[in-house]
């Protein structure tokens, strides 16, 4: 029916091309310039044709195929047959008022907002009003249309030349003054106030808008400060060049939403090449919506969470947030949303046919973002069983000092208080068993103070990472070269650094049958690097419940990287620890 | 000599005050944490604080701290240090900025009573008592082209008691030296290790404790 339709309206435009283009040159204007003004009419009714045809059920292609209609049906006006020019004279302003009325609904095909339909309502007012006004007035034989013959009204009621002047005058003021002012006021606003994404898109046309906006203005210009009747050319072409940019810009959209489904098509084929990753998916869909803010959600139904790319939990935007969100679902549960620049909702089965294309990639990439929520998870969970490791360390060797140890020293000294009170008198058998328990727990108390040493040692927490190695050197057999920064850094990191030294020394200790160690830490960037050299004889691995690989879960729980190369020259145990957590 | 001690366990403050007090000392007031101690030694003017390095709130280093403020406010006032562990780092912290009747001892040195008596009084008369578990970090670290090779087993001894903060003549006594033997001693020392002899004997435990600790 449409098809029909369409037909039926281009055979009309045709017709009515030719009709114009031969009025035209009758009344002597040069043929490149009647040719144009066909063209411009011509571009107008292709495009409506075309929007009208992909999107029956928008009002803008309709809407541009009348502006074309009618700006050949205008051209009409410039003969002598008195019908023709009352008629035309009267609707052929409609071209000016349909093309504003296009541009301020585009790409919806309704106008938004108060004040662009109060313009377009002014607009038609106007183009109609004041030629019916005219009409009525103009008795005389002269000419309305600056043509050399007379041209007649049928609507002639009374003669008053002076009032049609004013009249003319009165539209050429409101119409290319105020309302385009206006409507130049509001696509500036509507550029300024779009998305990113939208605004890329209407640039081309509203940019075209804009100077055909200001050509009208400018006759403004010429009717009331200065004529320039040599101006008149490039006048001319530059109105001609404006309304030409206008459908072309119009269909240029159109063309790039049909791109846009292609890119889908190619979506298909690279989500089934490419592994389907939370982060390629989310790419892809950014690239084929041309939307880079585009953001992809995953839904995981255990926890009835939301995840982003990278697994972190996330909650959907918003409705106010300026956002579209599409759901994604798959037999009645989502799958996943995806977030997107509200200027896609224009072109809403773009959105759904690019999603509908990552269905299957999505459930893959839903999987993935699963996996990566839990394993952020465990990563935190290990930080937070190291950090607590440590702090239980700490407490323990707390204890032990000011418990057990101040407790087991009061007992020795109570005892050789003892010891000396019974003096010489004492039995020779209790006095040894008294020297040998204070002995004893003196010994005792050393063991205590290595095993807290081990555990924590107090130097960490009070003088930090330098002074630490530095009193784990002291007590090295073997010489050990250091080379340690001296700011201090979190707890946690200092002492899983302290950890990997220690540990390391004592593989050098116990295995490697070394002559000399060094140990070097330094802070850059945010990580602290730590790395532990001895010329010994290797064999330093981590695995099976081995201190070092103690050491490295150690490293890895807190995001870090820990490495060892051991071979017959030697080891270089090294650590990158990040500082911040 | 009228004695301070400070700790925040009431057994071991207790035992110690009874081995100062069975060797003739004066302990004028015992104090379980920070504030107490700063009071009492404004208020008693002692000869010497026998400070815990550890006390309340935080357990880390608030002895230390008091002690730092005393030696601040009252000079005159002696001040020996006890604690769980002893690090080399702590210990010429401390003691670069004290040079002057300070100590620095591990708590179980209370146990070998004599020892612990000649500590205390060296340092309340304005000596120095480090303890030998630091010094014995210092002298027993491994270094490569290490100066200490070249010195004899004797002179190792010795260099480790002056580390200690013994005075020559403490040194005769404790190895049974003639004091001209002992002088000649650390004269050889000195003169291997390229350290200039220093006027007295508490410059003289900083210089090789710094010289052990570079």
């Known amino acids: ?581 | 000599m009228r004695v301070v001690i400070a700790d925040d366990s009431p057994l071991l403050r207790e035992g110690v005050a009874h081995v100062l007090a069975e060797n003739g000392m004066e302990v004028v007031a015992q104090v379980g944490n920070p504030e107490a101690l700063l009071r009492a030694v404004v208020e008693l003017k002692p000869d010497l604080a026998v400070i815990d390095v550890r006390m309340p709130p935080t357990q880390t280093d608030e002895g230390a701290r008091a002690a730092v403020e005393i030696r601040a406010r009252d000079p005159e006032v002696a001040l020996l240090l006890l604690s769980q562990v002893v690090e080399a780092q702590y210990a010429l912290t401390l003691l670069s900025d004290h040079p002057h009747g300070f100590g620095y001892l591990l708590k179980d040195r209370v146990l070998a009573i004599d020892d612990f008596i000649q500590s205390v009084q060296r340092v309340a008369a304005g000596g120095t008592a480090i303890d030998p578990d630091v010094v014995s970090q210092l002298l027993g670290r491994r270094r490569e082209h290490d100066p200490l090779d070249e010195l004899t087993v004797r002179e190792r001894e010795i260099l480790g008691l002056m580390a200690e903060g013994r005075s020559n003549r403490g040194i005769c006594q404790q190895l049974f030296l003639s004091p001209k033997t002992v002088e000649s001693h650390v004269h050889n020392i000195f003169g291997k290790l390229g350290i200039t002899a220093a006027a007295d004997d508490h410059r003289r435990v900083l210089a090789v404790l710094t010289y052990l600790r570079a």
């Not at chain 1, 029916?1 to 002597?28: D, F, P």
């Not at chain 1, 269909?251 to 890119?263: D, E």
């Not at chain 1, 549960?333 to 999603?355: K, R």
């Open chain 1, 1 to 581: 029916m449409i098809r029909l339709l369409a037909v039926v309206l281009g055979g009309v435009a045709v017709v009515l091309g030719v009709a114009a283009y031969r009025v035209q040159v009758n009344n002597l204007t040069p043929h490149s310039w009647a040719a144009a003004q066909v063209v411009v009419g011509w571009a107008f009714v292709t495009a409506g044709l075309v929007a009208w045809l992909r999107r029956p059920a928008n009002h803008l292609g309709p809407l541009m195929l009348a502006a074309g209609v009618a700006y050949l049906a205008r051209q009409l006006r410039y003969g002598e047959d008195a019908l023709l020019f009352t008629v035309f004279f009267l609707l052929g302003d409609l071209c000016y008022a349909l093309v504003a009325h296009s541009i301020l609904a585009y790409p919806s095909g309704r106008v938004e907002g108060r004040w662009p339909r109060r313009l377009v309502v002014a607009g038609y007012a106007t183009v109609i009003g004041f030629p019916l006004a005219i009409l009525l007035l103009h008795g005389s034989q002269l000419s309305l249309t600056s043509l050399v013959g007379p041209q007649r009204s049928l609507l002639f009621v009374a003669d008053d030349a002076h009032a049609v002047t004013v009249l003319q005058k009165a539209q050429t003021a409101i119409f290319y003054g105020v309302l385009t002012s206006l409507f130049i006021a509001l696509i500036v606003l509507r550029l300024v106030r779009a998305t990113p994404r939208a605004r890329r898109m209407l640039a081309p046309l509203l940019l075209a808008a804009v100077a055909l906006a200001l050509r009208a203005a400018f006759e403004c210009f010429r009717t009331f400060v200065d004529h320039q009747p040599l101006a008149y050319p490039y006048l001319f072409w530059w109105q001609v060049a404006a309304f030409i940019a206008l459908p072309l810009a119009l269909l240029a959209g159109m063309l790039r939403a049909r791109l846009a489904r292609v890119g889908v098509g190619e979506l298909v084929v690279a989500l089934d090449r490419a592994p389907a990753t939370p982060q390629t998916l989310q790419d892809a869909l950014a690239r084929t919506l041309a939307d880079p803010s585009l953001e992809l959600y995953f839904w995981l139904p255990e926890s009835g969470d939301f995840v982003d790319a990278a697994g972190a939990v996330a909650s959907l935007p918003s409705d106010d947030a300026g956002r579209a969100v599409t759901m994604l679902e798959q037999d009645g549960e989502p799958v996943a949303a995806i977030v997107y620049d509200p200027s896609l909702l224009e072109e809403p089965e773009l959105v759904e046919s690019a999603g509908a294309a990552a269905r299957l990639a999505l459930e893959n990439a839903r999987l993935h973002a699963q996996t990566r929520a839990q394993l952020r998870q465990v990563r935190e969970s290990r930080h937070r069983i190291a950090s607590a490791a440590d702090d239980e360390r700490r407490r323990i060797e707390r204890n032990l000092h000011d418990g057990a140890q101040n407790r087991l020293l009061a007992l020795a000294l109570e005892l050789s208080a003892a010891q000396r009170r019974l003096g010489d008198e004492a039995d020779p058998e209790v006095d040894r068993l008294l020297a040998a328990s204070v002995e004893e727990l003196q010994s005792t108390v050393e063991e205590l103070r290595t095993l807290a040493r081990g555990l924590y040692p107090t130097v960490l927490t009070e003088y930090g990472l330098a002074a630490a190695l530095e009193a784990l050197t002291h007590r090295s057999p073997v010489p050990v070269q250091l080379d340690v920064y001296s700011e201090r850094l979190p707890a946690q990191v200092e002492a899983t650094a302290y950890f990997v030294a220690s540990e390391a020394l004592s593989n050098i200790i116990k295995h490697a049958n070394a002559t000399r160690g060094s140990i070097a830490a330094s802070h850059e960037g945010g990580w602290l690097v730590i790395e532990i050299v001895d010329d010994g004889r290797g064999g330093a691995r981590a695995g099976g419940g081995s201190g070092l690989q103690g050491i490295a879960d150690r490293v890895e729980a807190l995001g870090g990287r820990f490495g060892i190369d051991s071979g017959p020259d030697g080891t270089r145990i090294g650590a990158e620890i990040p500082c911040a957590s």
